[in-house]
Nanobody, 117 residues
């Protein structure tokens, strides 16, 4: 079992920045990939960014050049630095953890990000 805890959401003005953190914990596991997804009201949950334990990354087109994902393997923690935020970035952001060799992934409880003046 892997526990996933996100933090760092909040209210920010357009053009501002936020940094999300997600820590994974549990017994006897190692990370293959960690990612961030988001879900706005009435919409499906979509990938924002993902990173593998080797450092490979993939971003949604809508956030390329504005968001940066990074992974601290020693701490099993992934970060999402969000710059130049737009109102359309408003959503609940969820962290997803894919351990090595398990075959299932684990979700956090979500953290709200609101971009508004």
């Amino acid at each position: 079992q892997v526990q996933v805890v996100e933090s760092g959401g909040g209210l920010v003005q357009p053009g501002g920045s936020l940094r999300l953190s997600c820590a994974a914990s549990g017994s006897e596991f190692s990370i293959y990939a960690m990612g961030w997804y988001r879900q706005a009201p009435g919409k499906q949950r979509d990938l924002v960014a993902i990173i593998t334990n080797g450092g490979g990354t993939n971003y949604a087109d809508s956030v390329k050049g504005r968001f940066t994902i990074s992974l601290d393997n020693a701490k099993n923690t992934v970060y999402l630095q969000m710059n130049s935020l737009k109102p359309e970035d408003t959503a609940v952001y969820y962290c997803n953890v894919l351990p090595v060799g398990v075959g299932i992934s684990y979700w956090g409880q979500g953290t709200q990000v609101t971009v508004s003046s």
